[in-house]
């Protein structure tokens, strides 16, 4: 059931997340043809260190594909700001995103850039890594 669950949830951030805006025309992306972006969260660390994506990929995926770590997140916008975050995550003023509660194993969080830049995260919570891990994600 947990995983029937965890995968439609998935889906449906997915498709939610990635449908294009009316106003964009023609060549606004279709949830089929979106590109979404995930950073795997394993035992050993993130994957990739560094993603790249378009302005068009509009979202990223951070799973948790640990065996029993319970993660956090902090991600700096910067000057930048997003408009959209999974449950699981915060807003705040300044635009800075960060977990409001662990991120379970086979478990995801979500957040949408509408602006080209490189933004800067940390993962906590990795066995191997007690101190965090940092990526980047940079939008063209």
């Known amino acids: ?3 029937f669950a965890y995968r439609t949830a998935l889906s449906l951030s997915f498709l939610l997340c990635s449908s294009a805006r009316a106003d964009e025309g023609p060549s606004a992306l279709s949830p089929a043809e979106s590109n979404n972006k995930i950073i795997t969260i394993s035992d050993l660390g993130i994957e990739p260190k560094v993603l790249t994506m378009r302005k ?8 948790n594909n640990s065996s029993e770590s319970l ?3 902090s ?3 910067g000057k930048n700001a997003t ?3 999974s449950e699981n995550l915060k807003i705040e003023e300044d635009g ?3 977990s409001i509660r662990p991120i379970p194993p086979k478990d995801f ?3 949408c850039f509408h602006d ?3 933004y800067v995260y940390t993962i906590f919570g990795i066995k191997s890594a007690p101190k965090g891990v940092q990526g980047s994600i940079q939008v063209r």
Not at 56 to 63: C, P, Q, S, Y
């Open 56 to 63: 068009e990929d509009r979202i990223a995926f951070f799973l």
């Open 1 to 3: 059931m947990k995983k």
């Open 96 to 98: 800075n995103v960060h």
């Open 71 to 73: 993660i956090t997140l």
């Open 109 to 111: 969080a979500t957040t």
């Open 116 to 118: 080209p830049g490189t």
């Open 83 to 85: 408009h959209c975050a």
């Open 75 to 77: 991600l700096a916008f």
